[in-house]
């Protein structure tokens, strides 16, 4: 069976090696010249298996109200005239009712534990175990304020509930874990560390991978913008219509997954599959260590300015903040000097700032923070691996094996609320 995989961020390309291991002819259709050069280019690089919650909680309301109109808050709205933002705005407020939320969090849970088992697979499979800056020293969660520590440590009980390991420590143990803090340890009120999580750049894994899966025969269509889809009378896809330097095409396909991170909903909405997700733009900035000793080995996230840090090789990458505002990409420069500023705070010397790289990306977002995965509705050949929003790099291995195995007609091995079901 043929199946085109379209997209080839770190969803799309993760995909295309699952299905290809699971015996279809896979191609990958990719508008860009390479493999992720959009949302999956300069994420976090935090492999966060210790962070299932969802933005969605009960207390995410009331957060977003604290920070509104506050400069450098790690939330911002810009309401626009859109029907599509405030239809997700209230999704997301739905899945901010307790229940929701805890019901999302164990179904992102069992996926990332699945992922990061599979992720550790894969490399080895794939033999591209040091292509990416791998490191697997874990995720330290920082918190500044004594009362949103002492509510983490109580959370951190429920997810060892759903398999997660989370070891409290002192503001003392923190700087033990990580000796770079040092310059933090005054004002840091304790951690949290998850010893089993990873960091690495999402970019070069997808592009090494990507590599291999050419190597053994997937086709790579790069430089294809793909237009959209030609359904039969039966409502199946028959054909996918391309755009490139030379011209249109319609290739054929007995089968599609839509792995367009942020834009899939565009190209779904004339067949009447409505996605529920929506760009929450992020930024980062990645910039080579200026000194070592000052430099995090262990990923960080700090809780109070959602600010997550990776160290990739001989760079650091810190990424966060979130912005509504539709496909927008522009670079905010405050949103940057913010996070420099963090850099100069929390690690003083660890990075030469002035030649620090600022991007900005889409997280394809759902209102609850799960992903979504599965059949399309009325389309039986049109499959869907998409909505990562957040946790997209944490959980690409775990989506694309799972739906290999929906694909196959198998029972996946996770308890998930699976899109069409
Ligand atoms: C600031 C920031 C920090 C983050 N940090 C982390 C982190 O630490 N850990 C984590 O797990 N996740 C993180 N994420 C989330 C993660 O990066 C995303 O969830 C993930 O990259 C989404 O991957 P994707 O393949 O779905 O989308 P994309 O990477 O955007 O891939 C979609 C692909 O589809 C292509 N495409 C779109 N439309 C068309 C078309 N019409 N024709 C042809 N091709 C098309 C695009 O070119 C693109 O290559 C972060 C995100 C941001 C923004």
Known sequence: MNVMVLGAGITGITTAWFLHRAGFHVSVIERQSHAAQETSFANGGQISVSHPEPWANPSAPFVALRWMGRTGAPLRLRPRLDAKQWQWMAGFLRECLPWRSRRNTAAIAALAIHSLTELRRLREEAGIADAYDARGRGILHLFFEAASFERARDRAGELAALGIELRPCSAAQCAEIEPALAASL????????????????????????????????????????????????????????????GGRDMLPADAAVICLGSHG??????????????????????????????????????????????????????????????????????????MLEWAETRLPGAIDRERAAPWAGLRPATPGGVPVIGRCRHHENLWLNTGHGTLGWTLACGSASVLAALMRGEKPPVEFPFWGR
């Open 265 to 338: 909903r565009r190209l779904l909405r004339p067949l009447g599959e409505p996605l529920p997700i929506y760009p929450l733009k992020g930024y980062s900035i990645t910039a080579p260590v200026r000194d070592a000793a000052c430099a995090p080995l262990v990923s960080l996230t700090d809780e109070s300015r959602r600010i997550v840090c990776s160290r990739l090789g001989e760079r650091l990458r810190i990424a966060g903040t979130a912005e509504l505002n539709d496909y927008c990409l522009e670079i905010d420069p405050a949103r940057i000097a913010s």
């Open 186 to 245: 005054p004002r840091l009120a304790g951690g949290l560390y998850a010893p089993g999580d990873e960091s690495g750049d999402t970019m070069r894994f997808s592009q090494a991978l990507a590599q291999v899966l050419a190597a053994d025969g997937v086709r790579f269509l790069y430089g294809a913008s793909i237009e959209c889809l030609r359904i039969s009378d039966e409502r199946r896809i028959i054909e996918v219509e391309v755009c490139h330097a």
